[in-house]
T-cell receptor, first 112, second 116 residues
């Protein structure tokens, strides 16, 4: 059972478009991370959010943690081909600090 | 900087064979993880080890066993491989402590396993 559901599963857009990826759970997380994975590689951390309602920006990427700490979103402004990849959210459970659970993934393709 | 090293990178097994996937990290992290990733999907947690000497089941532990050999090494064993275990396996490590918040997980390059 995957505790973190991401939507959409696939997204194909053109350069310059905006998009939002969602990460939802029925569980509360002490913190949530977003990773990006390229083919043949392991995931690489983009950001960590720890406070309900927190918003973090990383250049054209905006991350938000839900007030109840059960969900998160990733918004990309003016997508570029270099944004292409698999985006994964990952949550650290409140009860088991060491357990890190990943979401189902969103595959993004940005074309010229 | 080696980071997290996994061996082997590729492996083909016949149904019923056994094998051990090796993972070692040189960052002195206390927590280590094994995930599997099926094509186009996210990562599913198989087992994790919060610290040396402890291991816990993740979401999909059936058919696997693990050993936290020391602080650096965390191995994953398939006792009797099945075609359903065909996947890419990732090992990860991160540092946890009472004074730290959620910390970055560092991943190996993955082991691509095919069971025929």
């Amino acid at each position: 059972t995957q505790l973190l559901e991401q939507s959409p599963q696939f997204l194909s857009i053109q350069e310059g478009e905006n998009l939002t990826v969602y990460c939802n759970s029925s569980s509360v997380f002490s913190s949530l991370q977003w990773y990006r994975q390229e083919p043949g590689e392991g995931p690489v951390l983009l950001v960590t959010v720890v406070t309900g309602g927190e918003v973090k920006k990383l250049k054209r990427l905006t991350f938000q943690f839900g007030d109840a700490r059960k969900d998160s979103s990733l918004h990309i402004t003016a997508a570029q081909p270099g944004d292409t990849g698999l985006y994964l959210c990952a949550g650290e459970s409140t009860g088991t600090a060491s357990k890190l659970t990943f979401g189902t993934g969103t595959r993004l393709q940005v074309t010229l | 900087n080696a980071g997290v090293t996994q061996t082997p990178k590729f492996q083909v097994l016949k149904t019923g064979q056994s094998m051990t996937l090796q993972c070692a990290q040189d960052m002195n992290h206390n927590s280590m993880y094994w995930y599997r990733q099926d094509p186009g999907m996210g990562l599913r947690l198989i087992y994790y080890s919060a610290s040396e000497g402890t291991t816990d089941k993740g979401e999909v532990p059936n058919g696997y066993n693990v050993s936290r050999l020391n602080k650096r090494e965390f191995s994953l064993r398939l006792e009797s491989a099945a075609p359903s275990q065909t996947s890419v396996y990732f090992c990860a490590s991160r540092e946890l402590g009472w004074y730290k918040g959620n910390t970055e997980a560092f991943f190996g390059q993955g082991t691509r396993l095919t069971v025929v």
